[in-house]
């Protein structure tokens, strides 16, 4: 009596080549009756010779084409049938796979589950319940987390829009204000240089200078504009002409000249303001 051993199988050699897809997702149109028609085409009836007329290499010739085209659509369509059998069975069985599971979610507990789970201890339950709890309530914070952050991401796009349609609203009151022609370039450079045309008037009255009664109609008559150091100053109290007085003797006359003048423009700036809340727009 021979021992039992397993038959011995020689291992084999190389790897295998990656079998061809000859039906692929991006070619539906192969393995139709047209494509095989379109691949072994027929001779037109003009070119078909009678086979008494063509010697025995053309007769073998034209007997191997034949063989060829008959070849070619038979595995053709032997293999797109093959290949549509296995994607059926495949289906299938998916499809089965797919109810089976749903079935058994679905199902109710087993009787006699059911009945020793009640007198169960609470030390022998198992301890993936309060695994589940703890991942619950993970869950809901997050959850609460990502509302939260929304909210604000909400909020931060209102004021964002809010702060883009007023800035948008200022434009607009603003633009009457605008330099958009020659002739208000001019009137304006009158204004700020007061040039005088020679041949009307002789004189000139030189308004845009500071002199003692008037601070000039000239914007360059008010200095450098306020920096860093100057704002930081005026938020803590003191402003840049109280500085510069006292830190120049000479200009302190001019600055109470125009004390009358800064409190009244401020009165008129809070004035504006009480009317741009009350109205709901910029004036």
Not at 217 to 232: E, H, K, Q
Not at 255 to 266: F, I
């Amino acid at each position: 009596m021979e021992a039992p051993y397993m038959p011995y199988v020689p291992p084999q050699k190389g790897t295998l080549p990656v079998p061809r897809e000859l039906f692929p997702l991006n070619r539906p149109d192969k393995g139709n009756q047209r494509y095989i028609e379109n691949v072994a085409k027929e001779r037109l009836p003009a070119n078909v010779r009678p086979l008494e007329s063509l010697t025995e290499v053309g007769r073998h010739k034209a007997k191997m084409a034949e063989i060829r085209k008959a070849q070619f659509k038979e595995g053709v369509t032997g293999l797109h049938k093959r290949k549509q059998a296995e994607i059926a069975s495949i289906n299938a069985k998916s499809t089965a796979k797919i109810l089976q599971r749903d079935t058994l979610l679905k199902q109710s507990e087993r009787e006699d589950a059911r009945l020793m789970n009640v007198s169960i201890p609470a030390l022998l339950q198992p301890e993936s319940q309060p695994s589940i709890d703890a991942l619950k309530e993970q869950v809901a914070l997050a959850r609460q987390m990502h509302e939260r952050k929304m909210a604000n991401v909400s909020k931060h796009q209102a004021a964002k829009k809010n702060n883009k349609m007023d800035a948008l609203h200022t434009l607009y009151m603003n633009a009457r204000h605008f330099i958009t022609s020659e002739e208000q370039l001019r009137e304006k450079i009158h204004e700020q240089f007061d040039v005088s045309d020679a041949q009307n008037s002789d004189t000139t009255s030189h308004a845009q200078f500071r002199t003692l009664e008037s601070s000039g109609s000239s914007l360059w008559n008010f200095g450098a504009p306020d920096g860093i150091r100057d704002m930081v100053a005026s938020a803590s109290g003191r402003n840049r002409d109280a500085s510069l007085a006292a830190a120049n003797p000479a200009m302190r006359y001019m600055a109470n000249l125009n004390v009358g003048a800064a409190t009244m423009m401020k009165d008129q700036a809070r004035m504006k303001k009480i009317a741009e809340k009350l109205s709901g727009g910029k004036i």
